[in-house]
């Protein structure tokens, strides 16, 4: 979810995360997470950034005020932080490719698998 400020409706929330806001707390499917003076600043305003740490979900920061959360991780599968690790893969012409060698610039992973 791209954020360019820290409150957004709770619709937008719910779309943008798949969490819906409850009475019982952040909900996904049957899993609740007790949400007692987090992140509702009003009925329809939702602060992001109370939530995005209840629920573990990394949140990254740009200068210009731009922010992007990542998906939850309660379940510990997701990663915590920015750092990638130690990537080698070939490119399209078959040459090997070192992430290392995009350090200190934005980069956009996209992966695809059918399992």
Known sequence: ????????????????TGW??????????????????????????VDVLPLAERLGMAVIR?????AAVGPASLGGRALNSA????????DFSGNDFDLRSLRGQKVVLVAWSPY
Not at 62 to 66: A, E, F, I, K
């Open 1 to 16: 979810m791209l954020l360019t400020g820290n409150h957004v409706s709770r619709g937008e929330f719910e779309r943008g």
């Open 20 to 45: 819906s806001i409850r009475p019982e707390g952040a909900c996904r499917g049957d899993l609740c997470v007790p949400l007692t003076g987090v992140g509702q600043s009003t009925d329809d305003d």
């Open 62 to 66: 740009h200068s210009d005020g731009l």
């Open 83 to 90: 750092e990638a690790p130690e990537l080698m893969l070939p």
